[in-house]
C-alpha cells in the first residue's frame, strides 16, 4: 500500500520549504516505525493533525474575538475586523434568542432558510447554551442579549471543534496510506476565515463520515451519513450522481443501491417530523435559494454588479451545472482507468460552486478533505488556498465598503478577486482531469512523484470499488470512446482521410504552411482591411461616427438583446428579438459587463471568427474556397456584430470534424453553432443525412452498419438539445414552444408563402416603383433571385454528384427562405453555403482542354473576382449609412 509519508519527505514543495525551516532530514535520520513506533508514537499523522488543527482552531477562535460584542450599545463592525460570522447574528435573528424552535415556532423574525439538519443542531447549541445558565427568552436587556449571544457563540467554537476532530479521524481512517495528506486540511487558511462563519463542520464531518464507512465496505452507513449530511447542506446528495456511474463501471451497482436506499431513509427521516409538522417552514430553504438572484461570490454576482443581472438564472444556472455533469459523466465513463471517489467528488462539489447563485465563502471546507484526495500536491493546495485567502478578504471588504474608489464607481478589486478565485480553482480542477485522463500523472496511485510505481494502489477511499475491475461491456465502451477522443481511431474507418476534400470535389488542398495558407490569410487582411476604409469613407460622408456605422439593422437587435435580454413585452419592435439566438448576445453581454461596447465587442467576434471559418474553407476546398468567401458581395456581414462569421466558425468546422468521423468534437462545434442561429437546426439535418448516407467499408454487414449509424446519431443529441432548451426557455418567458418562429412573422414578415408566390412578390417589387425614395433596395432584392437561383444550381450540382449531405444542407435553406412573403436575406445565407464556395473553387482549379476555353476561364475568373470586390464594397457603404442590405 502506497504511503505519503511526511511531506517533507515525499513532496518537492514540502522539500523546498524546510529549507527555510531547518532543513530536509538529514543523511542518517530514520523515520520511526514498526515496534519501535511506540516510544515515539507522538510523531504519526493523526498525532500531527490533530495538534495542528488544534492550533489552527485556537487562531481561529482568536481571530473572531474582535466581533465579539462586549459593551451595549457598541456593535463591532464585523467586515472591517474581517471576522463576521452568521453564528451569532442568526441566534438574535432568527428566534433563538427568544427561546423559539426553529421551524415550529414562529415570530416577529424571518423564517430560518436553512436545511432541517442544521436547524436542529442550531436548537441544540441552544438548549447546550441554556443548560449552562445563558438567560433566554422574550424581554431580556441589551446586556442578557450580550452575554446569551457570546456564550451560544462558545458553546458553537467548543463542539464545531469537536466536528474538526471528528473530520480529522474519519479522513486519516478513510484514506489508509495517506494520513500525511490530512495536514492539507487542517492546517488550510481557509479553517481559520472560514471556519466559525457558519455550520459547515457538520455536514463536513458527517461526509466525511460517510466515505469512512464506504471505505469500509458498509455501504448502508454510508447512505445514512451522507442522507444525514444532506439534511445539513444540499452539497452531499450530489456526491451519489458519481459514486453511481463508478458503481456501474465496476458492477457495484448492488452496493450502491444499498447506499441509496439509506441515504433516503436518513434524510426523509431528518426531515419528516418538520415535513409533516410545519410543512411551509419546510419550505422556506427550497424557496429561497429559488428566488434568490445571483449572490456573493458567483459569476452571476458580477453581472448584477454590472447591473446586467441574468434573466431566468435558476434555468441558466442549472443548464451550466448540468453540462458540467454530463461532461462528468463522459470523464467517468470513458477515463483509461476508473477514477477515484476523491477525484470525481471534488469535480462534481466544482461544477456544482463555480456554476451556483452563491458561493459563500464557508463553502470552501466541503471541498478541502476532498482536494487533499484528488490533488496531495502542496503546490496546487498552495494555489488553491491563495485564491480563497483572498477572495475571503476582498469579500468583508466589498460588503463594509471600503475597498470602493473614492470616486464611486465598481468594486474593481473584488471583481478581481473573485474571478481570480474561479481561476485558481479551475487550475485545479484541470489539473484533476488531467490525472484521471493520464493516470501516470495521479501521485495517490503512483506514490508521491510522478512515475514512483514502487507502491502503487488504486482507491485508498473506494472500498468496493478500490481495485475492482470494469465490467466486459463498460472495457469495450471505454476503449473504443476513448481510441475516439484521442483520434487513436475512428468508431467506423472514416470515409475521408482528415485534409483531403470532400468526396465528390476535384479540388487539391495544399498545407497549411505551403503558399496557399500564407495567401488566405494575406486575404483575410486585405478583405478586412478594404471593409474597414469603407466604414472611414462612409464616416466622412456621413458624419456618422464609427459606433454609428457599425450599429444599424440587425446589429442594434443583438446589442440589444445583450443590454436588456429577452423580454415578453407585448410590442412587437421588442418581441420579435426572440427570433435571434441567445449565442452571440450571451457573448456580447459578457463584454459589455467589463465595459467593451457590444458593438465593439460584435465586430471583434466577428472578426476572429471569419478567419476560422476561412480556415476550415481552406481544409475543405483550398485557398479558392475561402478567398471567394472572404470577398463574397455580402461580406461586410462577416465582419459586423451580426451572427453569419460566428455561425460559419463552429458550423464549417462541424462539416469538416464530421467528414473527418471526429463526432465528438462535431457534438461540441454544432453544438455552439446552434446556440448562435436557427440554421443551427438545418446543420443538425444535414449532419443525419451524412450519417444515414455514409460510406462503409465493403463488407460490412448491415447490424454494423446500424451500429455506425446509432454511434454517430448520439453525438447529434446535444445539438439538439440546445434548441430544445432555447425553446423551452422561451415556452416558460412566453407561453409558447414555437415564440422564435412567430417572432419571424412578427418582425419580418416569415409566415408561411408558398414559393412561388413569394418570388412572384419580389419580382413585383423590383419592378415597382414602391422603393424609389430608398436608393439601391431594387438592386438588394434583384440579388435575392439570384442568390436563390445560385442555391438551385448548387443544389443540382451536389445531387449530380451524389453529394447528399451537402445538397441537404443547401437545400432545405433554400427551400426555407423562399417560403417567405418575399425573398430576403437570402444574399446574407449565401455565406452560410459552404458547399456553393466549394463549388466555386472547384470551377476556378477546372483546366479547359482548349486554348480558347482557358482565356474564357480566366476573364470569367478575373471579372468574377474584380465585380465581388466591387460589389462587397458597394454592399458595406449601404450597411454604414444604414440604408436596407438584406
Not at 418570388?759 to 436608393?775: A, E
Request: contains cysteine.
Amino acid at each position: 500500500m502506497a504511503r505519503s509519508g511526511p511531506p517533507t519527505t515525499v513532496e518537492p514543495f514540502g522539500q523546498l520549504v524546510t529549507r527555510f525551516v531547518g532543513g530536509p532530514l538529514g543523511r542518517h535520520a530514520q523515520l520511526i516505525s514498526g515496534t519501535a513506533r511506540k516510544a515515539y508514537s507522538w510523531f504519526n499523522p493523526a498525532t500531527v493533525a490533530l495538534a495542528v488543527a488544534t492550533f489552527m482552531w485556537v487562531l481561529t477562535v482568536i481571530r473572531q474575538d474582535p466581533c465579539r460584542q462586549t459593551v451595549p450599545g457598541v456593535q463591532p463592525n464585523g467586515f472591517i475586523e474581517q471576522c463576521y460570522s452568521d453564528i451569532p447574528a442568526l441566534f438574535r435573528s432568527r428566534g433563538l434568542m427568544d427561546g423559539n424552535t426553529p421551524y415550529f415556532d414562529t415570530g416577529n423574525y424571518q423564517v430560518l432558510e436553512y436545511p432541517v439538519l442544521t436547524g436542529m443542531f442550531m436548537e441544540l447549541m441552544r438548549l447546550i447554551t441554556v443548560a449552562l445558565g445563558a438567560p433566554v427568552g422574550p424581554g431580556l436587556n441589551e446586556q442578557q442579549v450580550i452575554d446569551s449571544t457570546n456564550l451560544y457563540y462558545s458553546v458553537n467554537m467548543v463542539v464545531l471543534f469537536a466536528l474538526l476532530v471528528v473530520l480529522v479521524l474519519a479522513h486519516i481512517a478513510s484514506t489508509p496510506g495517506r494520513g500525511w495528506d490530512t495536514l492539507m486540511i487542517v492546517a488550510s487558511p481557509s479553517i481559520i476565515l472560514t471556519g466559525l462563519i457558519n455550520w459547515d463542520m457538520l455536514p463536513v464531518a458527517l461526509t466525511t463520515l460517510g466515505l469512512l464507512f464506504w471505505q469500509r465496505k458498509k455501504p448502508g452507513w454510508a447512505g445514512v451519513m451522507l442522507g444525514l449530511s444532506m439534511a445539513a447542506k444540499l452539497y452531499a446528495g450530489f456526491l451519489l450522481g458519481p459514486l453511481l456511474l463508478l458503481c456501474l463501471r465496476t458492477g457495484k451497482w448492488r452496493e450502491f443501491l444499498r447506499t441509496l436506499i439509506w441515504f433516503l431513509i436518513a434524510w426523509v427521516g431528518a426531515n419528516l417530523p418538520v415535513m409533516i409538522g410545519a410543512p411551509e417552514q419546510w419550505m422556506a430553504f427550497w424557496t429561497f435559494n429559488s428566488d434568490r438572484a445571483g449572490d456573493f461570490g458567483s459569476i452571476w454576482y458580477l453581472f448584477v454588479l454590472g447591473e446586467n443581472p441574468v434573466v431566468d438564472l435558476n434555468l441558466v444556472s442549472t443548464t451550466f451545472f448540468l453540462i458540467g455533469c454530463a461532461a462528468l459523466g463522459v470523464l467517468i465513463l470513458l477515463a483509461p482507468q476508473r477514477p477515484r471517489i476523491g477525484q470525481v467528488s471534488f469535480l462534481v462539489l466544482m461544477a456544482f460552486l463555480l456554476t451556483n447563485k452563491v458561493y459563500s465563502p464557508q463553502y470552501v471546507l466541503w471541498v478541502l478533505p476532498f482536494l487533499a484526495m484528488c490533488r496531495p500536491k502542496w503546490r496546487d493546495w498552495l494555489i488553491f488556498g491563495v485564491g480563497e485567502a483572498l477572495y475571503v478578504m476582498a469579500i468583508w471588504g466589498h460588503l463594509g465598503q471600503y475597498l470602493n474608489p473614492a470616486g464611486g464607481g465598481p468594486d474593481k478589486i473584488f471583481w478581481a478577486a473573485t474571478i481570480l478565485r474561479m481561476l485558481t480553482q479551475l487550475w485545479v480542477v484541470g489539473i484533476v482531469i488531467r490525472d484521471i485522463l493520464q493516470p501516470r500523472f495521479d501521485l495517490v496511485r503512483n506514490g508521491s512523484l510522478p512515475g514512483d510505481r514502487s507502491a502503487y494502489i488504486d482507491d485508498p477511499t473506494g472500498g468496493v470499488l478500490d481495485g475492482a475491475a470494469d465490467t466486459p461491456f463498460w472495457s469495450m465502451v471505454q476503449r473504443r470512446g476513448s481510441e475516439a477522443l484521442a483520434g487513436v481511431r475512428s468508431l467506423i474507418p472514416p470515409r475521408t482521410v482528415p485534409g483531403t476534400p470532400i468526396p465528390g470535389l476535384r479540388i487539391r488542398i495544399d498545407r497549411w504552411d505551403s503558399a496557399g495558407g500564407r495567401w488566405t490569410a494575406a486575404v483575410w487582411v486585405l478583405s478586412r482591411g478594404l471593409l474597414i476604409a469603407v466604414a472611414l469613407f462612409a464616416m466622412s460622408e456621413s458624419g456618422r461616427t464609427f459606433s454609428q456605422v457599425l450599429m444599424n439593422w440587425d446589429a442594434e437587435h443583438y446589442v440589444g438583446l445583450a443590454r436588456d435580454w429577452y423580454q415578453y413585452t407585448g410590442n412587437p419592435e421588442i418581441d420579435k428579438r426572440m427570433a435571434f439566438f441567445p449565442g452571440l448576445p450571451a457573448l456580447l453581454k459578457a463584454a459589455m459587463v467589463v465595459g467593451i461596447p457590444g458593438e465593439y465587442a460584435g465586430m471583434a467576434i466577428s472578426l476572429v471568427a471569419s478567419i476560422f471559418a476561412a480556415a476550415a474553407l481552406y481544409r475543405m476546398g483550398g485557398f479558392w474556397a475561402a478567398a471567394l468567401w472572404l470577398t463574397a458581395p455580402t461580406a461586410i456581414f462577416t465582419m459586423m456584430p451580426y451572427t453569419e462569421s460566428l455561425f460559419c466558425a463552429f458550423a464549417f468546422w462541424a462539416w469538416e470534424r464530421a467528414r473527418s468521423d471526429k463526432w465528438w468534437q462535431v457534438a461540441i462545434l454544432a453544438s455552439a453553432a446552434c446556440s448562435v442561429r436557427v440554421s443551427g437546426l438545418f446543420l443538425i439535418g444535414a449532419l443525419g443525412i451524412m450519417i444515414l448516407t455514409w460510406k462503409f467499408p465493403r463488407g460490412t454487414s448491415v447490424p454494423e452498419r446500424i451500429i455506425g449509424w446509432l454511434q454517430r446519431a448520439m453525438y447529434l443529441l446535444p445539438p439538439a438539445g440546445v434548441m430544445v432548451l432555447y425553446a423551452a426557455y422561451l415556452k416558460k418567458l412566453t407561453g409558447s414552444w414555437m415564440m422564435w418562429y412567430e417572432a419571424q412573422a412578427m418582425g419580418w414578415s416569415r409566415g408561411w408563402t408558398a414559393p412561388w408566390q413569394s418570388v412572384r412578390t419580389t419580382f413585383d417589387v423590383i419592378l415597382s416603383t414602391q422603393y424609389d425614395n430608398s436608393p439601391g433596395w431594387d438592386l438588394v432584392f434583384s440579388f435575392e433571385i439570384l442568390s436563390m437561383a445560385f442555391g438551385l444550381l448548387a443544389v443540382g450540382f451536389l445531387l449530380r454528384r451524389r453529394m447528399w449531405a451537402e445538397a441537404a444542407w443547401v437545400g432545405v435553406q433554400v427551400l426555407a427562405f423562399s417560403t417567405s412573403e418575399w425573398l430576403f436575406s437570402v444574399n446574407r445565407a449565401v455565406l452560410l453555403w459552404f458547399p456553393l464556395w466549394l463549388i466555386a473553387a472547384e470551377l476556378i482549379a477546372w483546366k479547359p482542354a482548349t486554348r480558347r476555353g482557358v482565356i474564357i476561364h480566366r476573364v470569367v475568373h478575373i471579372s468574377w473576382m474584380i465585380g465581388s470586390v466591387v460589389i462587397m464594397m458597394w454592399w458595406a457603404r449601404m450597411f454604414y449609412l444604414g440604408q436596407w442590405s438584406s
